[in-house]
């Protein structure tokens, strides 16, 4: 059974702080990986992919893969309350199609 | 906003009826996958259709079917409902065929069975 494994949370961090979000999977064929967010509610939101072994930085968003230890990590620097929300951790597989994680709920506080 | 609709947006069956929800894929995607939601977890593959034929299937029994239109429009059918059919039921649109990178979500149909 491939596995995505996140903390469900809730991870609470105080505004204009630096959010770590973690994410575990099994398949070592692994290679795609993705983090949606999502608002309660709403459907998911893709903010970042990476594909490459080290870390890939958007604006206040750095996704982190380390394929040797199964890890993919999303940072959130400078956190706004408009980031809370769930954060889901998807894999795309050897198959194509995407494992997801039941994701973390992070809470800004103001 | 994504070019992804879902219809309807919200719906109420009862155990053993059969529903259709609908999507339409942004232009230019002809890779449709179907998700299922349920609360507090991640999305579980359902299908994906690439170019009107169906493309790998999740662990769903066979009273979960899907249908793709020559326009890429898709439709999710659900036989014999049961209570744990309840949950949001999302359509991903992508930009290439037969991957499921960068998937962009349509705001989902949520059913509830009662």
């Known amino acids: 059974q491939k596995e995505v494994e996140q903390n469900s949370g809730p991870l609470s961090v105080p505004e204009g702080a630096i959010a770590s979000l973690n994410c575990t999977y099994s398949?070592?064929?692994?290679?795609?990986f993705f983090w949606y967010r999502q608002y309660s509610g709403k459907s998911p939101e893709l903010i970042m992919f990476?594909?490459s072994n080290g870390d890939k930085e958007d604006g206040r968003f750095t996704a982190q893969l380390n394929k040797a230890s199964q890890y993919v990590s999303l940072l959130i620097r400078d956190s706004q309350p408009s980031d809370s929300a769930t954060y889901l951790c998807a894999v795309q597989g050897s198959n194509y199609q995407l494992i997801w994680g039941a994701g973390t709920k992070l809470i800004i506080k103001p | 906003e994504t070019g992804v609709t879902q219809s309807p947006t919200h719906l109420i069956k009862t155990r053993g009826q059969q529903v259709t929800l609908r999507c339409s894929s942004q232009?230019?995607?002809?890779?449709v996958s179907w998700y299922q939601q349920a609360l507090g977890q991640g999305p579980q593959f359902i299908f994906q259709y690439y170019r009107e034929e169906e493309n790998g299937r999740g662990n769903f029994p066979p009273r979960f079917s899907g249908l793709q239109f020559p326009n890429y429009s898709s439709e999710l059918n659900v036989n014999a409902l049961e209570l744990d059919d309840s949950a949001l039921y999302l359509c991903?649109?992508?930009?290439?065929?037969?991957?499921?990178?960068?998937?962009?979500f349509g705001s989902g149909t949520q059913l509830s069975v009662l």
């Open positions: 232009s230019g995607h002809n890779t």
């Open positions: 398949d070592r064929g692994s290679q795609s």
């Open positions: 990476i594909y």
């Open positions: 991903a649109s992508s930009p290439q065929g037969a991957t499921d990178e960068k998937l962009f």
